[in-house]
């Protein structure tokens, strides 16, 4: 058996969420919430780094559901600065009945995921390139998995770790990855694979 991929339009606060939904060869083990970058900077479910994680996640046998935020892509709505955002991953979790689904996402995904978690009791958290001052990142579980680039443009390294030591949350650096870990997608993969349990 092999993966698969299928593109869903679901019910959302702002009107239709547009996702991909990629499944596993086997029976899923939970569900992996995957939330990309910026809309308002061509963040899609389609960014690379988006796509990378939730296919770690898929051969760690959970079902990715990558949702397109409102007013990007068929997601209706328009951008709310993170408010609404937070709104549409929470119904993509109510849609997939989640209990305890996988928070994972990439730059204002990943922070926008922070705010989730303080709704949803998520089962872990991966979080890639996260902008922690674009969006104000909220404190996350301890065992969360925090991969940042050390070229990183966007988001600096320093700011990452700033918002990170107060929890006494470790850093994951990728030597020589810029924000969107061009040429290092396939150690982006591998480091959530290797550091799941």
């Not at 780094?49 to 892509?73: H, S």
């Not at 030597?175 to 550091?195: E, K, T, V, W, Y």
Request: charge should be neutral; charged fraction near 25%; proline fraction near 7%.
């Amino acid at each position: 058996m092999r993966s698969s991929t299928r593109r869903e339009l679901i019910a959302g606060p702002a009107g239709k969420i547009e996702c991909t939904v990629d499944f596993p060869a086997a029976a899923p083990r939970g569900i992996a919430l995957v939330a990309h970058p910026h809309p308002l900077h061509g963040g899609t479910l389609d960014n690379k780094v988006a796509q990378t994680v939730a296919r770690a996640f898929v051969e760690l046998g959970y079902t990715a559901w990558r949702p397109n935020f409102r007013g990007v892509g068929a997601s209706e709505g328009t951008h709310d600065e993170g408010r609404g955002e937070v709104d549409d991953l929470a119904a993509v979790i109510e849609h997939c009945k989640a209990e305890k689904p996988v928070l994972a996402g990439f730059s204002f995904g990943a922070a926008v995921q922070t705010r989730l978690a303080q709704r949803v009791k998520p089962e872990r958290m991966a979080l890639v390139g996260l902008a922690v001052k674009h969006l104000e990142a909220m404190p996350v579980p301890a065992d969360t998995i925090l991969i940042h680039g050390e070229e990183d443009t966007t988001v600096p390294l320093t700011d990452v770790l700033a918002w990170a030591r107060p929890q006494d949350l470790p850093v994951i650096v990728v030597s020589g990855a810029d924000h969107f870990f061009h040429r290092r997608l396939h150690i982006l993969r591998a480091i959530i694979r290797n550091n799941w349990k």
